[in-house]
């Protein structure tokens, strides 16, 4: 295992400019922070550009063996850790990785299930959206502009694992949208008005559904893709549930109704 003790490191300097979105996008990689992550991203190796281990974690931690068995893997002091993360407490251990590329044409000829996320502003609510999806077997999120960025900080480290492992395609286009429809995809919409009760559903595929903006809801210009808008009956008293809850709870119908490697092909 190497050892960097300066901040002016190539490596340090990179992993430390990570923490905004101009560099991420420039460089085509993102930060991993934390065991889980890390441990998660080591299992695509090929992604992984650098490793750092904090100097204070012994030879005898459970994920040494992983860590130093990686070529560019470097120890450093808990400082330099501190400079490299954005978190307050860092867990001792980060990884440059690459940002993973997936094919949008072989994403479509699987004609399962998509979800299209439209303006997620919130971090958390992402984050717990895309783990959802790989818990799920979702096949691809679809992203519209004006969605946070999946690669920033607090949405990585949110998602467990779930940003290497789960198809994403940022600022998606109308075109693209178009595409969906020429392979007979259906939009279903969530929508508090929403004239169907999300249980009451036929969720065969392929599939696209929705999920709009936490404060705006889904765009007129999406909603006239959409064939049926569907709700989630609760407690009249509540305004509204989650997004990330509300995409749980309509995908997991979704799966039960058609399991992994139950779509129509």
Not at 86 to 115: C, F, N
Not at 227 to 245: G, T
Request: contains cysteine.
């Amino acid at each position: 295992m190497k050892v960097i003790s300066s901040q002016d490191n190539k490596y340090i300097k990179l992993a430390s400019s990570l923490k905004q979105r101009k560099y991420r996008d420039a460089e085509g990689v993102f930060l991993v922070e934390g065991r889980r992550a890390v441990e998660e991203a080591l299992q695509r190796s090929d992604l992984v550009q650098a490793v750092f281990w904090d100097e204070s974690l012994t030879e005898g931690d459970s994920m040494y063996s992983a860590a130093a068995s990686f070529a560019n893997c470097y120890s450093i002091g808990s400082r330099l850790m501190k400079h490299v993360c954005s978190t307050e407490s860092p867990q001792g251990i980060a990884a440059i990785v690459q940002k993973p590329t997936w094919s949008w044409e072989a994403m479509l000829d699987r004609k399962g299930l998509l979800i299209v996320l439209d303006r997620i502003a919130d971090p958390g609510n992402l984050g717990s959206i895309l783990r959802t999806c790989w818990a799920f077997g979702v096949e691809g999120v679809l992203m519209t502009s004006g969605c946070v960025d999946p690669f920033s900080p607090k949405v990585v480290r949110s998602t467990m694992g779930a940003i290497l492992n789960v198809p994403v395609f940022n600022d998606v286009s109308a075109e693209q949208l178009d595409a969906l429809g020429d392979l007979d995809y259906r939009f279903i919409s969530t929508d508090i008005s929403g004239s169907k009760n999300y249980g009451a559903v036929e969720y065969g595929t392929p599939l696209a559904i929705v999920f709009g903006s936490e404060s705006q809801g889904v765009s007129d210009a999406l909603k006239k893709r959409c064939e049926i808008f569907i709700n989630i009956p609760m407690n009249p008293r509540v305004d509204s549930l989650n997004v990330a809850a509300a995409c749980a709870i309509i995908i997991a119908e979704a799966r039960r109704q058609y399991p992994v490697g139950a779509e129509k092909v």
